[in-house]
């Protein structure tokens, strides 16, 4: 129990008579500094000492990039939830159930459409909260329904992954997902429609590896975590020192893998003005 939680809120509760909720105060994971969460969800999950870019829920994304915060879901089939019955610790059949119902979706991966600054997009979100956003059929099966949607309407499509790439669980079955969603993006490609990638804090994995580097703009937010394998692993493995800022998107930029990075408060207003470049409106 921090001192927050024992000698601050007890007196604020006695001062003003009434339940003080639990989180009234966030703190950011870079520095530490403690932000009232009404504050933070008005600067959309950005911290306003340091400029860390925290997670922010799909949600509110959502809200934030679609004029009025109008989103129309679109619905894609079905798959065998489980094909390899598979069990490590937990069998994955009770990891599908519980990520369900905390988050109320049915995999890791929202899509939609709506308007950017009034042109009509379709967008793929991936929700970090459902298994880290990992790809698995359900997902492959949602990003080629939503590319389908955009080439039949002729819509602009947007994809912001954040994930931690291929769900284990699913095996083969999942790393195929990669193929068939590059086929996807060829296909966007091939009709001549905008193909917008909006990188986020995580892209990593078999999704960093296949559709979210293919993108006609690449967008990264602040200080995002951009890779295929993770730092850790990489100084485990070649036995060295990685450089300051290895695979964040600001190194990134530097290197020339992506086009820009954009602070969250100015990323619709720079998704509206390209998307009004490329679709020559």
Same mark, same amino acid.
């Given at each position: 129990?921090?001192?927050?939680?024992?000698?601050?809120?007890?007196?604020?509760?006695?001062?003003?008579?009434?339940?003080?909720?639990?989180?009234?105060?966030?703190?950011?994971?870079?520095?530490?500094?403690?932000?009232?969460?009404?504050?933070?969800?008005?600067?959309?999950?950005?911290?306003?000492?340091?400029?860390?870019?925290?997670?922010?829920?799909?949600?509110?994304?959502?809200?934030?990039?679609?004029?009025?915060?109008?989103?129309?879901?679109?619905?894609?089939?079905?798959?065998?939830?489980?094909?390899?019955?598979?069990?490590?610790?937990?069998?994955? =059949?009770?990891?599908?159930? !519980?990520?369900?119902?905390?988050?109320? %979706?049915?995999? $890791?991966? #929202?899509?939609?459409? &709506?308007?950017?600054?009034?042109?009509?997009?379709?967008?793929?979100?991936?929700?970090?909260?459902?298994?880290?956003?990992?790809?698995?059929?359900?997902?492959?099966?949602?990003?080629?329904?939503?590319?389908?949607?955009?080439?039949?309407?002729?819509?602009?499509?947007?994809?912001?992954?954040?994930?931690?790439?291929?769900?284990?669980?699913?095996?083969?079955?999942?790393?195929?997902?990669?193929?068939?969603?590059?086929?996807?993006?060829?296909?966007?490609?091939?009709?001549?429609?905008?193909?917008?990638?909006?990188?986020?804090?995580?892209?990593?994995?078999?999704?960093? =590896?296949?559709?979210?580097? !293919?993108?006609?703009?690449?967008?990264? %937010?602040?200080? $995002?975590? #951009?890779?295929?394998? &993770?730092?850790?692993?990489?100084?485990?493995?070649?036995?060295?020192?990685?450089?300051?800022?290895?695979?964040?998107?600001?190194?990134?930029?530097?290197?020339?893998?992506?086009?820009?990075?954009?602070?969250?408060?100015?990323?619709?207003?720079?998704?509206?003005?390209?998307?009004?470049?490329?679709?020559?409106?």
């Amino acid at each position: 129990m921090n001192w927050l939680t024992k000698f601050v809120r007890p007196k604020i509760r006695a001062l003003v008579g009434a339940d003080v909720p639990d989180n009234l105060w966030h703190k950011c994971s870079k520095c530490e500094q403690m932000i009232f969460h009404q504050e933070l969800v008005s600067l959309q999950q950005v911290c306003p000492h340091c400029g860390n870019h925290m997670k922010l829920p799909v949600t509110e994304r959502i809200k934030s990039l679609f004029d009025d915060g109008e989103f129309t879901k679109i619905r894609y089939g079905s798959v065998n939830a489980d094909p390899l019955k598979f069990k490590d610790n937990k069998r994955y =059949a009770d990891r599908l159930k !519980l990520s369900r119902e905390t988050t109320g %979706e049915n995999d $890791a991966i #929202i899509i939609g459409h &709506g308007c950017i600054g009034g042109h009509k997009t379709v967008a793929v979100f991936f929700l970090f909260d459902f298994m880290g956003g990992s790809m698995g059929m359900a997902v492959g099966n949602g990003f080629i329904a939503a590319a389908e949607f955009a080439i039949e309407k002729r819509y602009s499509f947007l994809v912001v992954p954040c994930s931690g790439g291929a769900r284990m669980q699913e095996g083969i079955f999942s790393l195929m997902q990669m193929p068939r969603t590059v086929v996807a993006v060829n296909r966007i490609k091939e009709a001549e429609l905008p193909y917008l990638v909006l990188l986020t804090n995580p892209t990593t994995g078999g999704v960093s =590896a296949s559709f979210a580097m !293919l993108g006609d703009i690449l967008i990264a %937010e602040p200080g $995002a975590l #951009i890779a295929f394998t &993770g730092p850790r692993v990489i100084e485990d493995t070649i036995h060295q020192k990685l450089p300051d800022g290895f695979q964040q998107s600001e190194y990134l930029l530097k290197h020339g893998a992506i086009d820009m990075v954009v602070h969250r408060r100015d990323i619709k207003g720079v998704l509206e003005k390209i998307l009004g470049i490329l679709t020559r409106e």
